[in-house]
């Protein structure tokens, strides 16, 4: 058991981690053996051996032991009840990660086969800070592989934009699932009625056309868009809300197409700020991490303001911009209609910025935010 051991205690292994997994399952599957077979010759060498895994489980390293509860167990992770999908002990593993837990609060899988948890899972994981959803995302293929699973790249699901990226494969072998990638071989959303010209326009076609095709993919979005309602956040399960959103997002992007080539680059600029903030206001409880794969994507299509922005001021417009980020008490005087959320990472801090402060000439558009109570 030496080299057990040895590779066990190694923080922030995989391979450990692969290793943990494969023993608890073999101890499960000894341990109920055992209560069947009561005449077996090997019963006295087989309790010997229990006893030994036993000592060698023991010291579970906080990394190693995601956070599991104390009452928590390891059989519940790799024994799924009857008619469970075999992914939800991943499931269960995942939840009980305190640190993933700071960035997607209380969450419950609702998925009802193998297929569709995979990429819930996955899309989860879009949600969290880069280097932890890696971390899950290696381990979870690691763990269908000893289910008898291996990735696929051939069995994806395309979504339209202006590059080509792999956001998680799919699976055959004993699981059979999709998986998702940006492709820029796949056609702009229909609804915008736009097609691929090689400017500016197509990445934000790329980002409202990946928008629309999230809003079917994911039901855990939800929507804080004040042109829609200016009262809440409200949840795209509902038909009506999904609808209202969905009509705004597409005519912000058109009022961008039809102001793209105005001379009056203060009327663009607005028609830009306005499509901003409508892409930033599709949301996830608890809003995603800046450095999560959605922040990224959401923080992308911001930079490009600073296009029109510059363009704006070479003409001879004077203008400001201002993200709000940090402590909402240094922010609130550049913001309006803001919300409150009693969810997210840091109390009294802003969780989203969903519309940046903006002054054009002497004309003032105030930001808006969702931010955590400090209560």
Not at 151 to 157: A, P, R, V
Not at 245 to 274: C, H, K, P, S, W
Request: hydrophobic share 40%.
């Amino acid at each position: 058991m030496l080299n057990f051991n040895k590779l066990l205690e190694i923080e922030n292994s995989n391979l450990a981690w692969v290793l943990r997994l494969g023993l608890h399952g073999l101890q499960t599957q000894l341990q109920q053996a055992l209560l069947t077979a009561t005449t077996d010759p090997g019963n006295n060498a087989c309790e010997e051996l229990l006893r030994e895994l036993e000592t060698v489980l023991q010291p579970i390293s906080q990394q190693e032991s995601v956070s599991i509860e104390d009452n928590f167990s390891w059989e519940d992770l790799l024994e799924p009840a009857e008619g469970e999908p075999k992914l939800t002990h991943l499931g269960k593993a995942l939840l009980a990660d305190r640190e993933l837990m700071n960035y997607i609060g209380q969450y419950q899988f609702y998925s009802t086969n193998d297929a569709d948890y995979w990429n819930e899972m996955q899309r989860l994981l879009l949600r969290v800070p880069d280097k932890i959803a890696h971390t899950w995302q290696e381990r979870i293929l690691v763990a269908v592989g000893i289910e008898g699973a291996v990735e696929d790249e051939q069995l994806t699901e395309y979504l339209p934009f202006t590059r080509h990226e792999s956001l998680y494969p799919g699976l055959k072998g004993k699981m059979n699932a999709t998986g998702l990638c940006l492709s820029d071989k796949v056609e702009f959303d229909q609804r915008l009625m736009v097609e691929t010209q090689g400017g500016e326009l197509d990445f934000l076609a790329g980002v409202v056309s990946t928008c629309l095709k999230f809003i079917e993919l994911d039901s855990c979005l939800h929507h804080a868009f004040k042109s829609v309602d200016r009262f809440g956040v409200r949840s795209l399960n509902s038909e009506l809300e999904k609808s209202k959103y969905i009509t705004t997002l597409i005519n912000r992007f058109r009022r961008v197409q039809a102001t793209a080539d105005n001379t009056d680059l203060a009327i663009a600029l607005r028609a830009r700020l306005d499509l901003d903030e409508a892409i930033h206001s599709l949301v996830h409880l608890p809003p995603c991490d800046r450095y999560s794969w959605w922040g990224k994507l959401q923080q992308e299509a911001r930079r490009t303001l600073d296009l029109v922005v510059e363009r704006a001021r070479e003409a001879g417009i004077s203008v400001q911009i201002r993200p709000l980020w940090g402590t909402y008490a240094d922010v609130y005087t550049c913001s309006k209609d803001d919300l409150q959320l009693d969810i997210g990472r840091v109390r009294g801090e802003v969780s989203a910025c969903l519309r940046v402060y903006a002054k054009i000439n002497d004309e003032v558009l105030p930001g808006r935010v969702l931010f955590r109570s400090s209560g």
